[in-house]
């Protein structure tokens, strides 16, 4: 293939004088396969640029490079530590492997295209999208932790330093700082204060400095003042004019600045080893911090900001901050499908999650459980001796929960539901949602009764699998004051007055299967069943939690009936006639005219 391609590229491109090139005349020496050199004309200035190919090419895109990182200036998209050429996101990139030469004909097309944008200025705005890539090839700056809050006023944070990791750690105070690092690594790690710093948000995005040309403190404190508003500068001035340092002390800046909505590039500078300009025989001590005044010698470090401020961290995950911030969600029912439901709603951004359960993990229940073997048991110790209980579901979820999603606070109430509302425990009023998976039905019942009496109740959901995977279903009721709730699935047919008329399976039969008796009776599901549901009822709070879902709907998948046929039960005519679109079509049809509990029987 190396002949080819390089008949190719010396025949078919815009490229002279063509050579294959050894790994150990190249740029980047790693995982090559073949590198050949040519010159290309940029905006009327000859550049040289190698061609890199990986090993595994046509898998993979080729790396192009410049040899001589600065020869077209300092432009977007080029590494200045080695010419590196960003051209395009492997991230949804397809490569036709059957067509290598191909791949590098288009390839080069952008190269040269991003090259010449850059060599022109037209581009020049992609310095603010790249800051942190950039600032990140500025010499000697070790990364800093952050645990900061991204916020448009300037503050003073807390820099601290770890004698564990050898490394600052910020953030808005130690506490924060303590319980970020305890959530992110699992431990506590000791961390001492080592002076306040200066967050300070900018106005509009920065162009970053270039690696052989490092800001002055003179070019940092026209940039600051420059680009913040009057109220942060004048706080910034007085600041600045109280903060004195002393001979080799150190001072902390932490820049912040918007880039596109909602995201930010971020930067540290320290400033160290004062000393006096005059020398060491200088008496002067005291000098007046490089943004405010230049009263002294002193070394500026770039650093890097590597962030774990729930701001940050949740958005990247798809969570949203909307619902971190102040929804708080009541989950009754933590089984096989709640249990999926609460960390749906942890991974959706929901940070405050009360659970509400009575059971302990079994271990004939693992297998469609979220929770593994690994919850089962606890260790306790009574009077002196060590034994092992069986673990709640709630104490269970909580902890798996808060293990892996670090701004998440769970609460559990192990028990009845309906005992901590007749006892006042547990007031579900006070919450913006509630979510009820619980499997009984009389209780279900009785909670949509119960939520209806109260004037102030939120939005409930309910949700329920079918057995043998033929289906699940959830539905929502007291939202924006329509009716619709539970108790209309269970009057519509005389006949079968407790009969769900929203059920796959047809009335009358009994679906509950035993292993060691009546004490020990289950209905039969699988996990997979037991997530879908939970998607469902999870993306419909969701909906109703940011006001997307203006009614009250039953919203059911369907399964394949197969398993649920070859055990001889029936099918609802629900399940036989309706499909999957009609069923979305008819999810408010539900709705019982004169149900006693949300319609015009309802006593007031």
């Not at 807390?158 to 959530?183: H, M, N, P, Y």
């Amino acid at each position: 293939m190396e002949e080819k391609i390089l008949q190719f590229l010396r025949e078919d491109l815009p490229l002279t004088d063509v050579k294959s090139v050894l790994p150990d005349d190249t740029v980047v020496k790693d995982n090559i396969r073949e590198a050949y050199e040519g010159n290309v004309e940029i905006d009327g200035c000859k550049v040289t640029l190698q061609i890199i190919l990986n090993k595994d090419f046509p898998l993979s895109k080729p790396r192009f490079f410049l040899k001589q990182p600065y020869v077209l200036g300092f432009i977007p998209h080029v590494q200045q530590s080695n010419g590196c050429v960003c051209y395009v996101q492997d991230e949804g990139l397809v490569l036709d492997m059957d067509n290598p030469t191909g791949i590098i004909d288009e390839c080069l097309k952008r190269v040269i295209i991003n090259l010449t944008r850059g060599k022109k200025g037209d581009n020049k705005n992609d310095f603010y999208e790249e800051f942190e890539s950039y600032w990140a090839e500025l010499k000697n700056g070790e990364e800093w932790i952050s645990f900061v809050k991204i916020t448009p006023f300037l503050k003073e944070i807390v820099v601290a330093f770890s004698e564990e990791w050898r490394s600052i750690v910020l953030g808005d105070t130690l506490d924060d700082i303590a319980q970020g690092v305890k959530r992110f690594f699992g431990k506590e790690v000791d961390v001492k204060i080592l002076k306040w710093g200066i967050y300070i948000p900018l106005r509009a995005p920065i162009r970053p400095p270039s690696p052989d040309n490092f800001w002055s403190a003179k070019d940092m404190r026209q940039l600051v003042f420059k680009n913040i508003s009057g109220s942060n500068g004048s706080m910034l001035k007085n600041l600045l004019k109280k903060k004195k340092i002393k001979k080799n002390g150190l001072e902390f800046v932490f820049l912040s600045m918007p880039i596109s909505k909602g995201k930010y590039a971020l930067a540290g500078v320290k400033f160290s080893k004062f000393a006096s300009q005059n020398g060491a025989k200088s008496k002067v001590t005291v000098f007046p911090h490089p943004l405010y005044q230049v009263g002294s010698t002193f070394q500026m470090t770039p650093h890097l900001i590597r962030r774990y401020d729930m701001d940050y961290i949740l958005p990247r995950a798809g969570a949203l901050l909307s619902l971190a911030d102040d929804k708080r969600v009541l989950l009754i029912g933590c089984g096989s499908v709640g249990g999926h439901i609460a960390f749906e709603l942890a991974r959706a951004g929901v940070a405050n999650l009360t659970l509400v359960d009575s059971d302990n993990l079994n271990p004939e229940n693992i297998h469609r459980q979220l929770l593994g073997a690994d919850r089962l048991c606890k260790l306790i110790e009574v009077d002196g001796v060590k034994t092992y209980e069986a673990h709640s579901k709630v104490e269970g979820l909580r902890e798996e929960i808060e293990a892996k999603y670090p701004y998440i606070t769970v609460k559990t109430f192990e028990g009845a539901v309906q005992d901590f509302i007749k006892d006042k425990i547990l007031d579900p009023c006070a919450f913006d949602l509630i979510i009820v998976a619980l499997g009984n039905t009389p209780v279900e019942l009785f909670l949509n009764r119960y939520f209806h009496e109260q004037n102030n109740c939120p939005p409930a959901i309910f949700a329920w699998n079918e057995p043998l995977g033929i289906g699940g279903h959830a539905l929502v009721t007291k939202n924006n004051g329509r009716s619709g709730c539970l108790e209309c699935l269970y009057h519509r047919d005389p006949d079968n007055p407790l009969y769900n008329n929203a059920s796959f399976a047809a009335p009358n039969q009994f679906f509950g299967k035993t292993v060691s008796g009546c004490s020990n009776v289950f209905t039969p599901y699988g996990s997979m069943d037991s997530i879908q549901t939970a998607v469902l009822a999870t993306r419909l709070g969701i909906n109703v939690l940011l006001g997307y879902e203006p009614d009250n709907p039953v919203l059911s998948w369907k399964g394949d009936d197969r398993l649920f046929l070859e055990q001889n039960y029936k099918l609802s005519s629900r399940y036989a006639k309706l499909s999957l679109e009609q069923l979305f079509e008819s999810r408010y049809e539900y709705k019982l005219q004169c149900c006693k509990i949300c319609g015009c029987g309802r006593e007031l």
